[in-house]
């Protein structure tokens, strides 16, 4: 790759861009001349320096900044404008064990993330369109070069929520993401006897139903993250007293697939 001398304003240079993450960005031809500003902002999110996120009406929304409170509320507004678009919003993360024992996780949260099959997606854009909370500059679809579905993000109430599409087919889960700070796109794939191993719906201590990603496949991901939060949440989701011991003994963490489209792009334009 040429330019690998290129040192960026941390110090690091285009050698230091590990070849692994860098495979799974997809980016549009536009989006070419932007590279090294896409470079820049993953060294400053490894920094932990990018804290901000994009709010289309407040450009300067702190990072785990949001009360639980205003994250339910957002997740409330989110599953009504899902209800009303007949789709299914999966929470994910680590608020899903506070919204089935409808307890304050006494925490400030980042954001809210949720998965959904991906035949759902058109009818969830146009839902979030309806509402007014959609902006295409923080949809994967204006950047994936592949025609694929990674998601998109948009604000609610003020709490980013990300809205990602999975697939499953032949006892193989696709799982798609997007970050729409620096355009990448992933891809991790593995095998799953049940959907109901990923995805599930609970019934919350308010009596309500609770769409969200398997308290197992929550607590695998907490319990390897390891931070004080993760552990907090980790414990939370034993107290819920739903676990399942035989789905977390056959489940995995999956693995992201490494297709190398992304270095072919930076090849074929000399960066």
Same mark, same amino acid.
């Given at each position: ?9 941390? !110090? ?8 692994r993450? *860098?495979? #799974?960005?997809h980016?549009s031809?536009? %989006? ?6 896409v ?5 400053? #999110? ?8 994009? $709010? ?7 990072? $785990? ?6 994250? @339910?509320?957002?997740?409330?507004? *989110?599953q ?9 919003l999966?929470v994910? !993360? !680590?608020? &899903? ?18 998965? /959904?099959? *991906? ?9 979030f =369109? ?16 592949? !025609? ?5 993000e ?6 980013p ?7 499953? *087919?032949?006892?193989?889960l696709?799982q ?8 990448? /796109? ?7 006897r ?15 139903? /609770? #769409?969200?990603? %398997? ?6 991901t ?6 004080d939060?993760?552990? =907090?949440?980790?414990?939370?989701? &034993? ?7 035989e &789905?977390?003994a ?6 992201? &697939? $490494? ?8 090849? @074929? #334009?000399g960066?």
């Open positions: 790759m040429s330019g690998d001398g290129e040192k960026f304003e941390n !110090g690091s240079s285009w050698a230091n861009y590990p070849e993450e *860098v495979a #799974h960005i980016l031809e536009a %989006s070419v001349p932007a590279m090294r500003g470079a820049e902002a993953w060294w400053r #999110h490894r920094a932990g320096k990018s804290n901000m996120h994009n $709010d289309t009406t407040n450009h300067n929304v702190e990072r $785990d900044s949001r009360t639980f409170a205003e994250v @339910r509320r957002a997740y409330d507004h *989110v009504h404008m899902a209800d009303e678009a007949d789709s299914k999966y994910s !993360g !680590g608020s &899903v064990p506070y919204l089935i024992l409808n307890q304050d996780s006494g925490r400030l949260h980042d954001d809210l993330d949720t998965v /959904c099959d *991906v035949a759902d997606m058109g009818k969830l854009r146009q839902a =369109q309806q509402a007014g909370a959609y902006d295409p500059s923080w949809d994967s679809l204006t950047y994936a070069r592949d !025609g694929l579905d990674y998601g998109f948009a604000v609610v109430d003020g709490v929520v990300g809205i990602y599409p999975f697939s499953f *087919v032949d006892g193989r696709t798609y993401s997007y970050d729409p700070y620096s355009h990448q /796109c992933k891809t991790k794939e593995f095998s799953l049940e959907l109901s191993d990923y995805v599930t719906s609970y019934e919350t201590a308010d009596g309500q139903t /609770c #769409h969200a990603m %398997s308290l197992e496949y929550v607590k695998l907490k319990d390897r993250a390891g931070r939060k993760d552990i =907090q949440d980790s414990a939370k989701i &034993v107290e819920t007293g739903l676990l399942r011991p &789905v977390l056959r489940i995995k963490i999956p693995e992201a &697939v $490494d297709d190398g489209s992304y270095q072919r792009h930076l090849t @074929r #334009h960066l």
